[in-house]
């Protein structure tokens, strides 16, 4: 049986603010946890649909063309306005609302509910989620370097204002495993699937660059979770398998842990398999999102059956962020957590 220690949580929460996911943290994890989100609140319930609104007030991009790749949903992309040559991107956000949520994560510390050796951990998507879900493939390309100065920019007023000893980035990856899944493309190369694998390996190298030292960085590989749904059920975790590799062989810094997704259905090894030839550094936490509320505990100890057949050490999570479930059902999934794990050490 492999070693199950610690718990993550993936980023979202259905709470009003964050000091109810500090308190709920507080009460059913315990020392599982090693990274404190703020529940994604506000305008940021929807992952990167907020996002849509701040392309909107660029001036130079129009939204004029129609897609409906996902899920069935008809979405106007973004176009480049008369070829023009720099984009006047409004503040994306994000930093606004990490330093916001780091004072109230302050007073938590302060009053015991955030324990010592907790951090503060935001979440930001990847910048290739956001331009191939809302931009044109024409547009890509230039909407992406300019969307990534914007990110770049917010990451470095957060780094700047909150200590990095006390602070954890994830980075969070979505859409790309759709272009390898052959979903979409690769910006306007129309690549997809393995030949799209040298631009993402670029793109996610570039993103932990971005993260200093002091700081911990993780990734969250996701396969989408709008309505509960994938966007595309994954056949085993090869893709998986090979973006963990990408982020360990290709930074020079350390990656402090990574989450992968566990689809509900999948308690047989195959699903589990291509893990087999991930050799994980010790100072990195891998987490498997396999706690479902679906099947319950049996169901998630049935996952780590399978699981612990290929890999020696990891945590557990849910699939995705908790955002989209009922408030009222997130304290018992919590408590399974716990109760299919040992605590994490400091």
Avoid at 54 to 68: F, I, M, V
Avoid at 272 to 298: K, M, R, W
Wanted: glycine share 8%; proline share 6%.
């Amino acid at each position: 049986m492999a070693e199950i220690t610690g718990v993550h949580l993936v980023g979202s929460a259905p709470v009003d603010e964050p000091n109810q996911l500090f308190q709920l943290a507080y009460d059913h994890l315990g020392d599982s946890l090693k990274r404190v989100p703020d529940g994604e609140v506000g305008e940021r319930d929807t992952w990167i649909r907020w996002q849509y609104g701040k392309l909107a007030q660029c001036p130079q991009l129009s939204a004029e063309n129609p897609d409906s790749s996902y899920l069935g949903r008809e979405l106007q992309q973004f176009v480049i306005v008369d070829d023009a040559q720099s984009f006047d991107l409004a503040e994306l956000g994000y930093a606004e609302a990490a330093l916001a949520s780091w004072e109230l994560f302050q007073q938590a510390r302060e009053s015991g509910v955030i324990r010592p050796h907790q951090r503060f951990m935001v979440g930001l998507p990847s910048p290739l989620s956001v331009i191939t879900m809302y931009v044109a493939p024409d547009a890509r390309p230039r909407v992406l370097e300019a969307w990534t100065d914007a990110m770049e920019n917010e990451v470095s007023r957060i780094v700047e204002n909150i200590p990095n000893d006390s602070l954890a980035i994830q980075w969070e990856v979505v859409i790309e495993f759709g272009i390898l899944e052959g979903i979409w493309t690769y910006l306007d190369s129309g690549k997809s699937g393995d030949l799209a694998r040298p631009g993402i390996a670029h793109h996610l190298e570039h993103l932990g660059d971005l993260i200093p030292e002091a700081v911990e960085l993780g990734y969250h590989f996701c396969y989408g979770d709008a309505g509960h749904q994938h966007f595309t059920e994954p056949a085993d975790t090869g893709h998986l398998a090979w973006a963990i590799r990408t982020v360990l062989d290709g930074l020079s810094r350390s990656v402090e842990w990574i989450h992968l997704p566990v689809p509900r259905g999948r308690d047989d090894l195959a699903y589990f398999e291509p893990l087999a030839d991930i050799d994980v550094p010790a100072d990195t936490d891998l987490y498997l999102g396999l706690v479902h509320q679906t099947g319950g505990e049996s169901g998630t100890r049935r996952r780590i059956h399978a699981a612990s057949q290929v890999v020696a050490r990891f945590g557990v999570a849910t699939e995705c962020g908790l955002g989209r479930r009922p408030l009222d059902t997130i304290g018992p999934l919590l408590d399974q957590h716990v109760a299919v794990s040992t605590p994490a050490s400091s």
